[in-house]
């Protein structure tokens, strides 16, 4: 089936500090979608993406549609202390026989030192 | 307006053991799943609801049964609990344009 790999799969930083995290696939999707995830709790959606090329914001964040339709990018801007977390990309192919059905990356787990 | 909710949010069973995992939500949405997440690995599709009176297997399903109650509520259900089914589920429903909504999790913890 498809796999996602999202890297890095961890990333310590300052508080201050970009951060920049991607998700590659082994086939096309047509929509990306990115996720956080605070300790306890549910994935909240941030951001979602529906054409290859497209860059999207959301406050501090942006996320990016690649070109090849096999990837995507998520950066966050001037990281604060509640960027705390982990980060998920997903992908899945809307219309047919999908349902919705998504595939989701490893995760980056987000450490921000104030 | 809660959005997704699931019961309970953490659980103890023993090997052999039987439970059911309860999701509900109140968005009005066809599409509903089941994830299993576990370390290192992000979120495995365990079963999926297209539509109400549907259900269809996703990437993990041996071990589990689903119920899809009515169109707001879709149970997860494991007849023999086994320690590899230690694991924290999460419940979803289907918005636009293919956006998923999840619960806060069910931890659960088999010995």
């Known amino acids: 089936g498809q796999q996602l790999n999202q890297s890095p799969q961890s990333m310590f930083i300052q508080e201050g500090e970009d951060v920049s995290m991607n998700c590659t696939s082994s086939s096309i999707f047509n929509t990306w979608l990115w996720y956080k995830q605070d300790p306890g709790e549910g994935p909240v959606l941030l951001i979602a993406l529906y054409k290859a090329g497209e860059l999207t914001s959301n406050g501090r964040l942006t996320a990016q549609f690649g070109i090849t339709r096999k990837d995507s990018f998520l950066n966050i801007s001037a990281s604060i202390p509640s960027d705390v977390g982990i980060y998920f990309c997903a992908g899945t192919n809307a219309g047919g026989t999908s349902y919705g059905k998504l595939t989701f990356g490893q995760g980056t787990i987000l450490t921000v030192h104030p | 307006n809660a959005g997704v909710t699931q019961t309970p949010k953490f659980q103890v069973l023993k090997t052999g053991q039987s439970m059911t995992l309860q999701c509900a939500q109140d968005?009005?949405?066809?599409?509903m799943y089941w994830y299993r997440q576990d370390p290192g690995m992000g979120l495995r599709l365990i079963y999926y609801?297209?539509?109400?009176?549907?259900?269809d297997k996703g990437e993990v399903p041996n071990g589990y049964n689903v119920s899809r109650l009515n169109k707001r509520e879709f149970s997860l259900r494991l007849e023999s609990a086994a320690p590899s089914q230690t694991s924290v589920y999460f419940c979803?429903?289907?918005?636009?344009?293919?956006?998923?909504?999840f619960g806060p999790g069910t931890r659960l913890t088999v010995l």
């Open positions: 979803a429903s289907r918005g636009t344009r293919d956006t998923q909504y």
């Open positions: 968005m009005n949405h066809n599409s």
């Open positions: 609801s297209a539509s109400e009176g549907t259900t």
